[in-house]
């Protein structure tokens, strides 16, 4: 799967059409091996699985084993399709780089495709709530606030567990500034340049 391919699905996800992702899945599973273990289409079919009901996800919400580099908890969905301040990053981004591997890649775009319905952040709530005590969690890793309403959302699961230490980096600098709720703290917010809207920093 390549980039452009990989943004069209997403895009799809973002905008909750089911019917156009299933098409674009069942295209990516056509150009390779379904039972061969570790390929797109393999996590693809999974995913159309999924999707058509007929299996769990794939994939937890939470990566609770981080990477090599990032050793804690982390959530994230698919770049650009969900950064409401990309601007200048999208030239450099790191996050393209995850997608040499399709786990990467389909755990994003489950997490975007949840985000969108209110079913989907139920999900992901429940989810939250049975993350361990105490410890450390990074949100979005990947991807980023794509709506004022997701920063609420996040906010207040935020706050059900102040046993968490959150902390994250984010561009979306206008839908922050929209929000009108109460601020947890517990959650450690890292403004990143690179956005679409910095000339709102002063």
């Given at each position: ?14 905008r909750t059409d089911i019917a156009q ?145 959150v902390y994250g980096y984010s561009k ?31």
């Amino acid at each position: 799967m390549d980039k452009a391919q990989g943004l069209e699905i997403g895009r799809a996800a973002a905008r909750t059409d089911i019917a156009q992702m299933k098409t674009l899945l069942t295209a990516l599973i056509a150009d390779d091996d379904v039972n061969r273990r570790g390929t797109w289409a393999y996590f693809a079919n999974k995913t159309l699985a999924y999707l058509n009901n007929e299996a769990p996800s794939p994939f937890a919400i939470w990566n609770l084993k981080g990477n090599i580099k990032l050793s804690f908890a982390a959530f994230s969905a698919l770049p650009q399709v969900t950064c409401a301040g990309a601007g200048p990053c999208l030239d450099y981004c790191y996050s393209f780089k995850s997608w040499r591997y399709p786990t990467a890649y389909f755990r994003q775009l489950i997490n975007t495709l949840l985000m969108t319905t209110e079913y989907g952040r139920t999900v992901i709530s429940s989810a939250t709530s049975k993350l361990p005590r105490d410890i450390s969690i990074r949100l979005y890793v990947d991807g980023d606030f794509a709506s004022v309403a997701q920063v609420a959302f996040w906010m207040d699961e935020i706050r059900k567990r102040p046993d968490l230490a959150v902390y994250g980096y984010s561009k979306s600098w206008r839908e922050l500034l929209a929000y009108d709720g109460v601020w947890p703290s517990n959650y450690l917010l890292n403004l990143s340049n690179g956005g679409n809207a910095e000339h709102l920093r002063d």
